[in-house]
């Protein structure tokens, strides 16, 4: 079973990511320390698509790499 798209978002907001708005049922996460936004769209009771889990991981294992 996916993870929730609010799990998703607390492993960002954990690992010291920030919220910098979006336009829907968007949200863009910003970390100084990560090369690029992650972006994570759908409510937060959604299950979380292949790609939103890939783009969380790699971006988490990019700050703690730094």
């Not at 320390?33 to 889990?53: M, P, R």
Request: a positive charge; glycine letters at 10%; charged letters at 35%.
């Amino acid at each position: 079973m996916p993870p929730k798209i609010r799990e998703l978002i607390a492993e960002l907001e954990r690992g010291g990511f920030t919220n910098r708005g979006g336009k829907g049922s968007h949200r863009n996460y910003w970390h100084r320390s990560c090369s690029k936004i992650v972006t994570i769209s759908g409510k937060t009771g959604n299950d979380a698509e292949k790609y939103q889990i890939k783009q969380v991981k790699e971006a988490i294992e990019e700050i703690k790499s730094k």
